[in-house]
Nanobody
Framework: QVQVVESGGGLVQSGGSLRLACVVS????????MGWYRQSPGKQREMVAL???????NYADSVKGRFTISRDNAESRVYLQMNSLIPEDTADYFC?????????WGQGTQVTVSS
C-alpha cells in the first residue's frame, strides 16, 4: 500500500518562500510520477507541478518561474520550493503519487500567504 505524507506548510508573508516536502512509503517510489496539487475553499483541486520518474517537470502557468518541483529517489521524497509567494497561492497543498494507474493522496498541508 502506497502512503503519502506532506509537510512544510505554514503562514508566510507575500514575497516569502516555503518548501513543501512529501515522503512516500510502499512500492517503488522511483517509478512513480509525482505531483503537487492545491485546493482553495470553494474551488476545485488544481495541478501545481508534476515530475515524472525521469525527472521531467511541468508547471501550472500561475506558478511558472516561482515554484520548483524536485525529487530525491534515494529518500523517496518530492519537494515543492515556492518562492515569491502571493496571497493567491493560499490553499491546501496535496502531494500525489501515481502508481499502477491510481492516484495516492496525502492528507494535505496548509499554506497561507498574507498580504
Amino acid at each position: 500500500q502506497v502512503q503519502v505524507v506532506e509537510s512544510g506548510g505554514g503562514l508566510v508573508q507575500s514575497g516569502g518562500s516555503l518548501r513543501l516536502a512529501c515522503v512516500v512509503s510502499g512500492g517503488r517510489f522511483s517509478l512513480y510520477p509525482m505531483g503537487w496539487y492545491r485546493q482553495s475553499p470553494g474551488k476545485q483541486r488544481e495541478m501545481v507541478a508534476l515530475i515524472t520518474s525521469a525527472g521531467s517537470t511541468n508547471y501550472a502557468d500561475s506558478v511558472k518561474g516561482r515554484f520548483t518541483i524536485s525529487r530525491d529517489n534515494a529518500e523517496s521524497r518530492v519537494y515543492l520550493q515556492m518562492n515569491s509567494l502571493i496571497p493567491e497561492d493560499t490553499a491546501d497543498y496535496f502531494c500525489s503519487a501515481i502508481a499502477g494507474g491510481r492516484y495516492y493522496w496525502g492528507q494535505g498541508t496548509q499554506v497561507t500567504v498574507s498580504s
